[in-house]
T-cell receptor, first 115, second 112 residues
Framework: EAGVTQFPSHSVIEKGQTVTLRCDPI?????LYWYRRVMGKEIKFLLH????????ESGMPNNRFLAERTGGTYSTLKVQPAELEDSGVYFC?????????????FGSGTQLSVL | DAKTTQPNSMESNEEEPVHLPCNHS???????IHWYRQLPSQGPEYVIH???SNVNNRMASLAIAEDRKSSTLILHRATLRDAAVYYC?????????????FGQGTTLQVKP
């Protein structure tokens, strides 16, 4: 069974450019999450989709970040325009069901470097 | 969410047991204790979780103190592949979201 896959694994862009990260969750997982770790900080929650709907986007840092999950399958996270402080590793995770027995399966992440 | 406290780092020898502690003195009665780990260059990986009773699975064991203010993740025989950052996370039983709050975790070094 394929795990959570993220594309690209690395992205290097200049400040002011746009970058789109993609996440393919495990097939059948309705829940999809985005997390990120910026330099020297802890892994932080960004948002949560249930199918195509945003359940919780309280962790999105500002309106330069746009997440979509059209059709309830894969998701994209667009940063426009990118700033230096956006550099870090962006993780996607998915799960089958919510609740206290929920297990999140994470992808390997996208390393984003904004120069 | 209640906070957890873990040592920054620990060392172990290969094939020996490892006990990774976690303090959560402000835990509420509805909080589950979850453990995830992050291997180098990978995303976090679920390890185990429990509420009150000790739990075992193929990866590890979780020992929960009677007052639930602390817990210990036990790796029975550490291997080099177990070198990772281990995160102890509390999740409310009533939570309907996978919003995990990660701390700094414990970096486990396994020596051959």
């Amino acid at each position: 069974e394929a795990g959570v896959t993220q594309f690209p694994s690395h992205s290097v862009i200049e400040k002011g450019q746009t970058v789109t990260l993609r996440c393919d969750p495990i097939s059948g997982h309705d829940n999809l999450y985005w997390y990120r770790r910026v330099m020297g900080k802890e892994i932080k929650f960004l948002l949560h989709f249930v199918k195509e709907s945003k359940q919780d986007e309280s962790g999105m840092p500002n309106n330069r970040f746009l997440a979509e999950r059209t059709g309830g399958t894969y998701s994209t996270l667009k940063v426009q325009p990118a700033e230096l402080e956006d550099s870090g590793v962006y993780f996607c995770a998915s799960s089958l069901k919510q609740g206290t027995n929920e297990k999140l399966f994470f992808g390997s992440g996208t390393q984003l470097s904004v120069l | 969410d209640a906070k957890t406290t873990q040592p920054n780092s620990m060392e172990s020898n290969e094939e020996e047991p490892v006990h990774l502690p976690c303090n959560h003195s402000t835990i509420s009665g509805t909080d589950y204790i979850h453990w995830y780990r992050q291997l180098p260059s990978q995303g976090p990986e679920y390890v185990i979780h429990g509420l009150t009773s000790n739990v075992n699975n193929r990866m590890a064991s979780l020992a929960i103190a009677e007052d639930r203010k602390s817990s210990t993740l036990i790796l029975h025989r550490a291997t080099l592949r177990d070198a990772a950052v281990y995160y102890c996370i509390l999740r409310d039983r009533g939570s309907n979201t996978g919003k995990l709050i990660f701390g700094q975790g414990t970096t486990l070094q396994v020596k051959p």
